[in-house]
């Protein structure tokens, strides 16, 4: 399984201790060497981490039975055709995708509050918390301007998927999509 943008190794950790397949294996992928040397200082299931771009995958065709990513893609704009397009790729046939990502809850309920809390609450607790290395605006910029999940869903279509679906979660604050080779 293909971690796409495994950051510090957490999602590939979590499917570890969950996994009942002895002979499983992780690939984690991410372009921060130091996130990746953190992934691996932790305790972890077999597992390799290599320093890659998405949009670029040193994967052979058809080398993985699933890729998954999580909160990731708002991040691959400029390069999410090219990236859709690696994961197919490197995916052997029937294989799987499951990909995390947040987005703007529906409900104007949710909705108002959320913005209000991307745009006003976050940005003040980014600064506290981290000072100058606070990344502005970006968090909310990436959520506000992702595509929303029937558009995404078009999109993943578009690149080969095939049965693109998504469940929303947290009250739409988030959703999972899955798709197939």
């Not at 998927?161 to 999972?176: D, N």
């Amino acid at each position: 399984m293909l971690d796409a943008g495994c950051g510090t190794g957490d999602l590939i950790f979590e499917c570890g201790k969950r996994d009942r397949t002895p002979a499983a294996r992780y690939l984690g992928a991410d372009l921060s060497l130091p996130m990746l040397r953190e992934a691996q200082g932790k305790v972890h299931p077999p597992s390799l981490f290599m320093q890659a771009d998405c949009a670029t995958l040193p994967l052979a065709t058809g080398s993985v039975s699933a890729v998954m990513s999580a909160f990731v893609l708002r991040n691959l704009r400029l390069v999410l055709d090219k990236s859709l397009q690696e994961m197919l790729r490197v995916l052997k046939p029937g294989g799987e995708a499951f990909l995390l990502e947040m987005t703007v809850p529906r409900s104007p309920w949710l909705k108002i509050p959320h913005r209000l809390y991307l745009e006003a609450v976050l940005p003040l607790i980014g600064r506290a918390v981290f000072g100058a290395r606070w990344s502005r605006g970006y968090l909310a910029e990436t959520i506000l301007k992702f595509w929303p999940p029937e558009e995404f869903t078009r999109m993943l279509l578009k690149a080969g998927f095939r049965e693109a679906g998504y469940s929303t979660m947290t009250g739409g604050l988030a959703v999972l999509y899955h798709c197939k080779k």
